[in-house]
Every structure is written in C-alpha cells, then in structure tokens.
C-alpha cells in the first residue's frame, strides 16, 4: 500500500531534470557509513488488512460502548450527538494547519473564537485562549502566568489536595527548572488551611470545581482572602457542571481553566483532550498559546486573525513564556460544535440528569449495608464510596457484571484505602444503576 | 531617522535625557520604525528600583515584542500613564509625548558607557 | 502556449479568469470563490461612515432565537433530587440554534478553509502530506473511542499492545532503544527532552551546566523550551554553507554546556555536513546532544539519529506520521533516548509487565514510569487517538513504504528547488532534503516582499509556503512539497511561481493586492490587536 502516486516514467523525468540518475544520490551529505541502514519493520499490508488488525485491538479493550460504566475521575461519557463526528470529518477542517494565513483560514478562525466566546460564557471570564493540551497542562500554564504577572518575585504556589492528582503532578513537571515553590497538596488541607497559607510571596491559589471528590466547596470568602495579599485565585473546574452551579466568574476567580473533554469529545484511553483556559482582560497579554480576535479585511468584511502573535514562541523566542506552538484545535473545534448543538437548554438539562442520577446512585449505595456514601458536602455528578472491601475486589465483581465501577482512591490518599470513586452521568440509566446497586451489594 | 543630541542611547535602543539627578526615558525613532506599529506598552510601577540593564517594561506591535532595559539604574518616579492607554503615541513622537519614565538617578557614573547622538547614528548605520 | 499543451499550467477555473478564455496562463484577477455580492472588487473603499461590517458567515450566537433547541435529550428517569438553590448559576449564555442549523454553519465555515484535502499545500517544516482516511475510521472503532483512560491493565491489552508496539516502531525507524508516546506535541516532546538532559547533569552532581546550545535557525520552539526547563540559550551562527559553525561550535563549547538541540536536516532543508563532528564536539565537553524530529520525513530509512550519536530526540507525529494538524492540533510528540536517558523518559511508558506462558499467548501489557522519569507531562497517556493514526499508518506502509515516504519527499523537494532556480534567489543551493528555503524578493522590485509572493500564490489556488522562516535567509520562504504530491501538481505550482516573479515585475499591484479569490482579502491586523475583541458576548452583571 502507498499513498505515493509517482510512476516510474516521472520519477526518470523528475531524476532527469535534477541532473542525478537515482533517488540516492541526494543524500551524498549524509555520511556513508550510516547511510541507508536496515528497517526492522513488518511488510506492508493493504488496507482491508490493516483494518482488522485494528479492529482486533479494539475489541480486546473493556469500553463504554459495551460496558456500564461508572468511572470518572477527569474523564467523562457523555453523550456526543451524530452532527459532531460528521463535521470534525470535514476534511477543510482536519486537514488544515493552524491558521497562519488568515485569508485561508477564516473557517478555523471563527469557529475558534464562537469557541472563546461560549468558553467565556461559560466561566463568566472575559477573554479564553484556543486551547492547551489537556486540563493538567492547563493548570501548569496558569502557574506561569500567576508568575509571571507577580513579576517573578511571588514564587509560592498554593494547589488544593483536591485537585485531580495528574494535573498536579502534571504543574511540577512544568515548574521542576524554574525557582517556584509548590505547597498546600501534600496533606489533607482543607480551604481554610490553604487560606492560612497566603502571604505576600503567594503568586495564586488553585482549587478545583468541583473537586476530585465530587463536591462542591463554600467558596464566598475565598476570593477575597487570595486578593488580600495580591495573589490569584485560579479555578480547575467541570465545564458541564457549570451549567448547573454559579460560574467561577461570579465567584471571583482571576483565571479558569479545565479539561473540555466532557464537552463532546471521546474517551479515547485519555487523548486528545482539550486544555481550556480563560481569564479576566488584565492578564490576557501574559496567556500562552493562541488567541483569535475580531478585525476587518481591507474591504470592511469582518473577519478573525490569531493576534497578539508577539507573546508566542517563534516570535519572542527564548523569551516567550511557554513553548507551545500545535494545540488542541480540533478538540476545540468538537466543544464549539457540542455547546452549539446543546445550548442554553440542553447543557443545563444534561447537567441535570447527572447531578439527579447521580444522587439517586448515591442514596441508593449509601443505603446498602456495609457502604457509605460522603454527604458531608453538596456534589454534582461524582462521590465517594466507602466499601466493605478492597476496591480492585469490587471492581473485579463489577466487571464480571458487565459493569466498569470506580477509581480506587487509595493510591493516590494514603487515607482512603478502600474508597471508590463513582461517576453517574447522563448516558447511565436507571436500569444501569440499579444493576450497579444490585451488584455492590453482592459483592 | 531623528537623533536628537541632548539625549544618550543604548545598544538596545533606549534612549535617555539626564537633567540633575532626574532622567527621563524612552525609545529611540529608528526603534519605532522597526517596530512598527506600536500597540501595547507595559510600564512599571512608580517606586520600582530597577539596575542599569535591567527590563523595566515591554513595548509590544503587532509583529514584535520587546524588552524595554533601563539606561542607567535608579529608582522610578513618574510613569507616562496616558501613553500606556495611546501607545502609537511613540510612533509618531518617540522622543517628546513618547517618554516612557521618569527616575532619580542612583549612580550617574552609569551614564559614562552610553552612546552620544554621533555615535549611536553610526551604530544605527551599521545594522 | 496553447491550450492544447498538455503541461500542466497554472490556471484558474474558468468562471475566474475574467473572461480571457483563450490564453492559459493568464492571471487570476477576479474570485473564484463567492463573497457576498456588496463586496465585489468594485466596492474597493469603506463608506464614510461605516455601517456594521458585512459578513462572511453570521456568528453562530446570532442564528438562533430564544427557546430554540438542537439536541433532544432523554427524560429524567430517577427520582429528582433537591438542588442546592444558592449554590446554582443564572442564565448560561449559550446559543439557541436547531440541529440543522448548526451543520450549516459549520460546513460553511469549513468551505472557508484551505485544507490539504483542497489543494496543494507545501508550508515548510509542517510536513502537510494526504492524511489517509481509513486512520481517521481506525481511531474511532468504538473499542478505542469509548476506552477509559483509567481502565484496568486487563481491560485495556488491546490498547496498550497498540502503543508498545508503536514504541517499539518509532525506536526502530530513529535508532533509539526507548521511547515514550506520552508527550502531546512537538513543543512537549522538546521540553521532555530538554528536562531529561537537565535531570541527567543534576543526577551526577553536575550543577554547573546552565547553557542549552541553539543554531540561529532553529524552530522558535527550541529556544523558548529552554528557557521553560531553566536553561539559557546560546545561538551559534551558521556557516556560509548553511551549517553549523564549527569554530563557534569550538569555541561555546565548555562545562557549562548541557546540551545541544540541533535540527536535521537544518530549517534550510539541509543535512549538516559536519554533523559527526559536531556530536563530537559537544558530547567531549560533556554535553548531551538533543535532535529536533520535525524534519523526520527527510531521514526516515536514510539515516537512524540514534546511530549518529544523538542522545535524545522527538519525532511530530502529525507531520511524519500523517495523524492530520487538525487546524492546529492534535499532535503527538514522542521522545526516544539512549540508555543514558532511558531512566529519566517522561511516562507513563507501555510496557510488558508478563511474559507470555507460550508463544501462542499474548504477554500482559501494563503502564510503568520509569525509575527517575521527568515526570507526567499531562493527565494520562498521551494522545492515544494519534498513537492509533500512526500505528495504522506505520503498518499500512511497512519498511518498504517507510523508506519510499523520505525518497519521494527528497525527490519532490529537489525537483522544485531545480525548477525554481533561475527565477529566485536560493541560498545554499546544493540537494536539499524534504524542503528548501528560497528568497522571496528580487532588487529589482524592492517594495515586494515574500508576504505578497505568498498572498499572490493562494490566487492560483495554493496554500502559501512558510513565511520569514528561518530567520537567517532574508524574505523566507520554505516550501515543502512532501511525497504524496504527483509530478502535475508540483509542475503547476513551478509554473505559478515562475508567472509569480514575471507579474512581480510587469504588474507588482498584483501581488501587492493579492489575495483576490480567497473568502476576504488582507486584514487589519493592527485594529485585532488595539482593540481586542476576543470574545463575542457581554459579560453579565451578575459575573463582574
């Protein structure tokens, strides 16, 4: 198989006009004794080979198109209407670079930036980027942004203990050359140890919303603590959950960032995702990655262009803040069709279904004997689950069931060995959950 | 390309005018001609103690961005607030409207390794 | 010429070549594709006082109406639960458009678009070669698409055989034992590199070293990853020949040298001639040599970076690989080392955690972080879709096909480098590998420059080359054509280029008014970045 089209007639004629008389006497800078060395590789298949190799990968794989499932934990099922795969099938939109040439690219560069404004919508900020890699690389950005906007002087940087454990791990890799000092996660901190910890030298704070667990904090008096020394509030937040809860804007949040995942894009073993990033207009000349604004062309049409192109790195160089060039566009790309499709009324209701299955799962578990469900806190679509046994034993009774249960939190909580935590979306219905409640109970 | 003579000028463009223990700060035309068109200023705060050499903002167009590096070190007393809101304001008067700060002056010695208007035109004719 | 010439020629379709159907290589001066019709060419200036700018394709918050919804979705069938009132948000600024709609506006916005499905487009140093549609089917089987990242080893063998085998693939094709899949893109894959060199020094207790060495013409990526891992940068010039200078070279090289990140071939499309030397040089004071991959598509079957002494290097998986740009993304950035940097990879890593019991079993494949890894570069595994795209696309082609991809891509390159070279200027004009850098102006037309060259190439139905990059050859233009191209396209875009230089001189307001065919025309950047408009909707009240 080959996408190659060159007969041999037009490889002589090409040959011919270069003035050589075979395709390896181009290389002659290479140094001969590494030249052309043996490719260890398998023969070639033709494509309806190919096809059901793949397809016999994929089906040794236990996935949510055959399974209940009810795990979470920063990746979510949702229900992706039709419309969306067929137009990310578009080939000017897939098979397009990123929008250099502005006259060429006037379909990527609107649909990013209906993009930014429903991102902005949504956390109630002002400005939002077209995309970082995933949530944890988001989180990682917003650190040197809280960084760079103290002047490098502010090196502290406080994360909640309930922040999804990757995204942390994810802000040290990113930080490990720099002089920035991460604090706050490796207890069990609540809000009001992490408050306790600001002072001058705090560059932001991070929580997320909800948090791992599920829940939702009180956060009235956050905002006002971190702003009283000069730092900023930074929220790692749900996009579907705020349909349903107070936008982060509203909560005085300085910078919102999330994984949009949850926002039509597949599963997929956890990639490609879609890193969102929005904030308030004073930092939006120290963001990273690229931003589409609004402009005209020389004949008054309205039209987009990526702009302020001097902050990125083939620009500013050694100067710029971050390196990223290639983003998430196409990702960005499915969330802007998704919040299309869904609106005003129909993100709200699947919120909804979530947050109300959810706590029917949740009362139904908590009532078995020998579990117990954390109510301390309100929660929209995800909880934990103490159980009588080992999670990977009940994980293992699950699976035979047909049904994916939870994340064991135990591995990344010292203290919560044998605590589940269970995601409850749209897509489980009431008969799944039931089976869910039915199977825990004979575990 | 104006140089002004009562003014010095360093290798990355800045100039700077010394009356006592005050100096006031810009960039010089042939920078904002390379820039082009200038659409974002960022400035420091009055109060701010700053080196020689060291960044004390950045002038951003739609193509370039760049550092702005204190000519001489001193400590910042007025900052040209309304040209932060009209920075083509230096496009067009880099040496006048266009100053970017004011600062009290720490060591004037510093000014000794700064170019004189002769020496920067030949600087500039070089590059 | 006459029309009966078979060569192909660099022509409009028929509707867009003002009328002058008898000659073949006239120039396009009027739009093939439809613009509203107030904005026709000869409605050229704005009214005095400008009324709302007309519009290509209306927002898509401005098709809907109130009340409007595009998705049904089913009834609630649980029991409802009380909802926290004071916790809950107000109004959710979301557009209010049916299904029908939505597809509309979309497939117009897509019909805006260039797209290698669409046409020709050899942008330098992007690698856009045909994205094969059956990678696009392959990572959407439902047993990849619905996979949850946290699955259980066991639930997941399919998916993780898939990327061990991908690894073991890359690592053989660049000639470096380990690899990890985890980076998301280029850029990550660098900075994973670039932090690998740094933990290397630091685990030997070797603190001095803070310098990363960088040629002048290097991907912008390269010095801004250094500065991010808490590098400086230092650029080394090139030679006259376009490559390294190896007494500056000499001269930067000390004990405060980490590394070295070199890209091969270099951002002029040219394989540096002395780059054992250069390996040597840095590798003797004690420095790691580090190669930017995105120039894999002139190397793959020719030479394995790993043999030649390189320590580390990442490879774009959305260039070589053909996993599609996406628009700017997804990519993939994976990374492969020697044994020096085997235990510092970013993770996780798919390995076999079981042999299998017979040769007729599989062995258990799991996920393991190397011993001292750099750590996690984002949540999960990396870009699994991607790694599904270039599994099938690696398998579908084979060593054979592997090898023909970089030989074709070579040939292409220099067939138009040869076609090209009496009309430009091309610096460093020796056998270029899958790409080559020529000047973009000419001294007799000062006031045109590589921007209008680029502009004036979308009229005749091209993508633009790459423009003012590499920084080091004055007006820029990159052009790589990659192997999936035939002889006919690469004769029409010579052709276009040649009568490109001709209008240069004979009518410059051409190229200087170009584009005149594309959905808009040139726009004003200056106004995009003074004022900002970033977002289409007010902020509420309630959100201030």
């Known amino acids: 198989m080959s996408y190659i089209p060159h007969t041999d007639l037009e490889r002589q004629q090409m040959l011919a006009a270069i003035g050589v008389t075979t395709i390896e006497d181009l290389f002659e800078a290479v140094p001969s004794s590494h030249r052309f060395p043996r490719l260890n590789l398998p023969a070639p298949l033709s494509e309806m080979e190919v096809s059901s190799e793949l397809q016999a990968f994929a089906e040794a794989n236990e996935h949510a198109g055959e399974f209940a499932i009810f795990r979470g934990a920063g990746a979510y099922h949702h229900f992706s209407p039709s419309a969306i795969n067929h137009l990310l099938l578009r080939g ?126 009180d956060l009235a008096k956050l905002a006002e603590k971190v702003h009283e020394v000069g730092a900023l509030l930074v929220m790692v937040v749900n996009p579907t959950a705020l349909a349903l809860f ?9 910078i919102v960032v999330g994984e949009g995942q949850p926002l039509g894009i597949p599963l997929s073993f956890g990639g490609p995702y879609l890193g969102f990033f929005a904030c308030r207009t004073e930092y939006v000349r120290k963001i ?68 109300h299955k959810a706590h029917y799962a949740a009362a139904q578990i908590d009532a078995l004997p020998g579990y117990s469900v954390d109510m301390s806190k309100p929660f929209f679509h995800e909880f934990v689950v103490k159980c009588p046994k080992p999670v990977s034993e009940v994980n293992q009774a699950l699976i035979e069931r047909g049904i994916i249960g939870g994340v064991d939190l135990g591995a990344d909580y010292p203290g919560m060995t044998d605590h589940m935590l269970l995601a409850v979306t749209e897509v489980n219905s009431k008969d799944e959950i039931d089976a869910l409640v039915e199977a825990l109970k004979q575990v | 390309m104006k140089i002004p003579t009562d003014v010095k000028y360093t290798k990355n463009d800045e ?7 005050t100096a006031t700060i810009g960039i010089s035309d042939f920078a904002q001609d390379a820039l082009n068109d200038i659409v974002y200023l960022e400035l420091p705060d009055v109060g701010a103690a700053i080196e020689q050499g060291k960044a004390f903002g950045v002038v951003e167009s739609v193509k370039a961005a760049s550092d702005l590096y204190m000519p001489i070190g001193g400590t910042v007393t007025e900052v040209n607030k309304p040209l932060v809101d009209e920075p083509e304001t230096i496009n067009t008067d880099p040496y006048g409207k266009g100053w970017m700060i004011k600062i009290k002056v720490k060591n004037a010695a510093e000014a000794d390794s700064l170019m004189d208007s002769a020496a920067y035109e030949a600087f500039c004719a070089d590059r | 010429m006459s029309k009966k010439n078979k060569k192909p020629t660099a022509t409009l379709p028929a509707d867009a070549t003002n009328g002058a159907a008898t000659t073949v290589v006239e120039s396009p001066t009027e739009p093939a594709v439809e613009v509203p019709p107030a904005a026709s060419s000869t409605d050229a200036t704005l009214p005095a ?30 029991p409802e639960a009380d909802l926290p009132k004071d916790l809950l948000r107000g109004d959710l600024d979301l557009p209010e458009v049916s299904e029908l709609q939505v597809v509309r506006h979309f497939v117009k916005l897509s019909q ?62 660049s000639g470096f034992r380990h690899v990890s899949i985890a980076p998301a893109a280029g850029a990550q894959g660098e900075f994973a590199g670039i932090l690998m060199i740094r933990k290397y020094h630091l685990e030997r207790g070797d603190t001095k070293r803070t310098k990363i060495l960088i040629p002048n013409s290097a991907h912008g990526t390269n010095p ?120 510092y990879l970013p993770g996780p890593i798919a390995a076999i955690i079981e042999e299998a019991a017979t040769p007729e079993d ?6 393991v972080m190397p011993e001292k890894s750099i750590g996690r570069l984002k949540a999960f595994h990396g870009n699994f879709g991607m790694h599904v795209r270039a599994y099938t696309y690696i398998r579908i082609h084979g060593a054979s096909g592997i090898q023909n991809i970089t030989r074709h891509a070579v040939l292409n390159a220099n067939y138009i480098r040869v076609n090209l070279q009496g009309e430009y200027t091309i610096p460093h004009n020796r056998y270029c590998g899958h790409e080559f850098v020529l000047e973009g102006h000419w001294e007799d037309v000062p006031d045109i420059h590589a921007l209008d060259i680029s502009k004036r190439l979308m009229d005749y139905g091209f993508h633009p080359p790459t423009n003012y990059f590499p920084l080091i050859v004055p007006e820029a233009l990159m052009i790589e054509p990659t192997e999936t191209e035939d002889k006919a396209t690469l004769d029409t875009f010579i052709s276009a280029m040649k009568q490109i230089a001709a209008e240069a001189k004979s009518d410059p307001d051409l190229l200087r008014t170009a584009p005149r065919t594309a959905p808009v025309t040139r726009l004003d950047e200056k106004r995009a970045a003074k004022e900002l408009v970033l977002c289409c909707r007010p902020i509420p009240e309630w959100a201030e």
């Not at chain 3, 401005?62 to 609630?76: I, K, T």
């Not at chain 3, 020719?302 to 053909?322: A, Q």
Request: glycine share 10%.
């Open chain 1, 92 to 217: 000017e939109f897939y098979t397009a670079y990123t929008p250099y040439q502005p006259e060429l690219s006037q379909g990527t560069l609107q649909a990013t930036f209906e993009y930014q404004s429903m991102l902005c919508a949504l956390t109630g900020m002002d400005a939002a980027n077209a995309s970082h890699y995933d949530g944890a690389t988001s989180l990682a950005e917003a650190v040197t942004v809280a960084y760079e906007v103290g002047r490098g002087k502010r090196k502290k940087v406080i994360l909640s203990p309930g922040i999804h454990p990757m995204y942390r791990e994810v802000t040290r890799t990113y930080h490990q050359g720099r002089d920035i000092k991460i604090v706050g996660d490796k207890g069990r901190a609540d809000l009001s140890d992490l408050i306790d910890m600001l002072d001058e030298n705090t560059a932001m704070l991070a929580i997320q919303y909800p948090n791992y667990f599920g829940q939702i904090e």
């Open chain 1, 246 to 254: 107070k936008s982060p804007g509203e909560l005085g949040a300085d």
């Open chain 1, 288 to 355: 990273a990655g690229r931003i589409v604004g609004e402009t005209v062309d020389t004949q008054g049409r309205k039209a987009y262009v990526m702009t302020l192109r001097p902050r990125e790195q083939d620009i500013r160089r050694d100067k710029a803040s971050s390196n990223i060039c290639t983003n998430q566009g196409l990702m960005a790309l499915a969330a802007c069709i998704y919040l299309s499709l869904m609106g005003k009324h129909g993100l709200r209701k699947v919120a909804e279904l979530c947050y």
């Open chain 2, 15 to 21: 100039w700077v005018r010394i009356e006592g223990d």
């Open chain 3, 49 to 78: 006082k400008a009324p709302a700018p007309q519009v290509l394709e209306p927002l898509i918050y401005d098709l809907g109406s109130p009340g409007r919804v595009g998705v049904l979705l089913p009834a609630l069938d649980v």
């Open chain 3, 112 to 173: 805006l678009n260039f797209a290698i499905d669409k046409g020709f487009y050899p942008l330098g140093s992007c690698t856009m070669k045909y994205n094969p549609k059956l990678n696009e089917d392959t990572a959407r089987l439902p047993g990849f698409a619905h996979l949850h990242p946290l699955t259980d080893d066991e639930g997941a063998q399919g998916a993780l055989a898939l990327m061990h085998q991908l690894q073991g693939w890359l690592g053989e094709i």
């Open chain 3, 224 to 343: 801004a990853t250094v500065t991010m891992a808490g590098f400086t940068a230092v650029e080394l010039p090139a030679d006259v020949d376009g490559n390294v200078d190896l007494e500056a070279l000499r001269a930067a090289c000390d004990d405060t040298v980490a590394g070295m990140m070199i890209t091969v071939p270099n951002t002029l499309g040219l394989f540096e001639a002395h780059i054992l030397e250069v390996i040597q040089l840095v590798h003797d004071c004690g420095g790691l040599m580090y190669m930017d991959g995105a120039n894999m598509n002139a190397l793959m079957g020719v030479v394995k970076p790993g043999e030649l002494g390189f320590d580390v290097m990442h490879y774009n998986l959305h260039k070589t690989f053909s996993t599609p740009h996406g628009g700017g993304g997804p990519g993939s950035g994976p990374v492969g080392v020697n044994e020096k940097l085997a235990p």
């Open chain 3, 362 to 367: 599989a062995p258990l494949y799991g996920l």
